[in-house]
């Protein structure tokens, strides 16, 4: 089944301004392509706009098509990005070593237009269903961000990252002051409302690639702030709580201001064998707890 959505982009890097003609001739037809002629190019373009196929030379001056693979790799925000390698490195190796990296293709030059075209189409569509499934698996329905399955594989990705580099993971847990009067005093669609314009306000806080705000579940959410110490965490709390309640959405049934607020735990870990993310989950809640026994409207780490 194909679905009408705009052409899909193709990021194309080559250091050879033969090589970028050929491959644009080849591919401009069906897709929206994207030249860079280097390594750092390439991953300034995919930031600004990150495309749905990238061609990926190797044997490039300034970073090598390996290492660009490498950094897409390591951030969630680029890493699903579908990367074919086009290079000239012809040898066994240099292919498992592309493929190690996450490439889901390998094509060696001299190429031949209509199996590139094919890979590409393959890839692309690849993608593009990979693309919904995401949208219907990994987010929440009603707020539109991430629900607790991708927190879940978010956190043990951020921890397995905290094992190899030793840096702190954070975590934060937020949940609804008076929730209950809410919905009690408004209704359950109009606290549905609110639940969006929350999560919306939690997640425009952060500003890094890797930080992740999910619903966990009712109107409680969770972040995960990798490389992130305690005070890290604690500014990151104070600013969505200040957030939420700069929003100054009226909730009359609050015991504490006539305004909807949330309150929040923090947790900071240096991840290690002997410990798990679930144990910073737990610790997350507990401070949250304690903010609600504090009062509410609060961050606690
Ligand atoms: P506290 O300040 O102690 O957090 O008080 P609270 O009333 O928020 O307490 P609690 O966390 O126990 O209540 C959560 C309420 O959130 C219960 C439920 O009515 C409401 N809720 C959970 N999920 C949803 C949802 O998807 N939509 C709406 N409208 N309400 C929800
Ligand atoms: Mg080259
Ligand atoms: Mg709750
Ligand atoms: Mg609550």
Not at 35 to 43: P, T, V
Request: glycine share 6%; with cysteine.
């Amino acid at each position: 089944m194909e679905m009408q959505t705009a052409p899909a982009r193709v990021l194309i890097v080559d250091d050879a301004p033969s090589n970028l003609a050929i491959l644009t001739e080849t591919l401009r037809a069906h897709y929206d392509i994207r030249i860079a002629s280097g390594g750092y190019e390439a991953l300034r373009l995919v930031d600004e706009s990150p495309p749905d196929l990238i061609l990926l030379d190797i044997v490039m001056p300034d970073l090598d098509g390996y290492e660009v693979c490498r950094r897409l790799k390591e951030r969630a925000a680029t890493r699903n990005i579908p990367i074919i390698f086009l290079t000239s490195k012809g040898e066994v190796a240099d292919e498992t070593l592309g493929l190690a990296l996450g490439a889901v293709d390998y094509i060696i030059k001299p190429i031949s237009v209509p199996i590139v075209q094919a890979r590409v189409r393959t890839h692309v569509e690849l993608k593009r269903r990979g693309d919904l499934l995401e949208t219907l698996s990994m987010r929440d329905g009603l707020t539109g961000i991430p629900n607790r399955r991708f927190f879940d594989d978010c956190l043990d990705r951020a921890w397995r990252q905290g094992l190899r580099t030793a840096k702190p993971l954070s975590l934060l847990m937020a949940d609804i002051d008076y929730f209950k009067d809410y919905n009690d005093t408004y209704g359950h669609m109009a606290g549905d409302e609110c639940l969006k314009l929350v999560a919306c306000a939690l997640t425009g806080v952060l500003n890094r690639p890797c930080d992740l705000a999910a619903r966990f579940g009712g109107e409680e959410f969770t972040v995960v702030l990798e490389d992130t110490d305690i005070a890290g965490a604690l500014h990151v709390a104070e600013t969505m709580r200040a957030a939420v309640q700069d929003m100054g959405l009226p909730h009359t049934g609050s015991h504490i201001a006539p305004i909807v607020t949330i309150s929040l735990g923090a947790a900071c870990t240096v991840p290690t064998n002997a410990s798990t993310p679930e144990e910073l989950l737990c610790l997350a809640d507990r401070k949250l707890y304690e903010a609600k026994q504090a009062g509410r409207n609060r961050a606690f780490g």
